[in-house]
Every structure is written in structure tokens, then in C-alpha cells.
């Protein structure tokens, strides 16, 4: 495979991501325009909620690879529509930590 290969996939991630980012994000602000201030603030928290952990934590690797585990939204996420669970913050908080974490994708570039 070309090198030029390698750069055009790289750029078709890039996109995918950035595709999601804003699905994710919009799904964040229709919510928080849905359901009120709360659901606002669980979004925005969670969203800078990585980068809060990271300079808490002062470099702890541990700490800021499970802030930054797209694990941890997606069971939030998935939990809360199959649960009987009917709380919207926790869903926007899901949302906007999974917005933020695809966000780091299409900066960092895939």
C-alpha cells in the first residue's frame, strides 16, 4: 500500500469521525433544549470532564485513560435506553462525555 494510500484513509476517518462528533453533538443539544437547564449542565460537565480529570489527576496515566475510556459512555449511554431508568441528565451526561472523546478522535486525527 502507498503511502498516499495510508494518508487518504486517514482522512476518511477523520471524517467519519468528525460525522459523528456532530451527530453526538447535536443529539446533546437537542436534549438539553428538551429537557431544561439540568440536562444542559450534565452535558457541558461531562464534556469537559476528560480534560478536568487530567490536570486533577496531575499525569496520572490510570486515572486519565479511564476518563478518556470510550467505554464508560457508551455503558451510560446504552444502560440508560434499555433501563427502566427515566432520568434525562444522566443520558446528556453520557452524550456529552462521548461527544467530547470523538471530538479528541478527529483532532488528533483518527
Known sequence: ?????????GRGARVGWGVLAGFLGAFAVFESVKYGLLTTGAAVGFFLLPDLVGRVAGGRRRVVAVA????????????YSVSPIVWP???????????RLVVGRVVRGG
Open 1 to 9: 500500500m502507498s503511502v498516499e494510500g495510508v494518508r487518504s484513509e
Open 68 to 79: 478518556n475510556s470510550g467505554w464508560i459512555p457508551v455503558v451510560i449511554l446504552v444502560g
Open 89 to 99: 441528565p444522566l443520558f446528556t451526561a453520557g452524550l456529552g462525555w462521548a461527544t
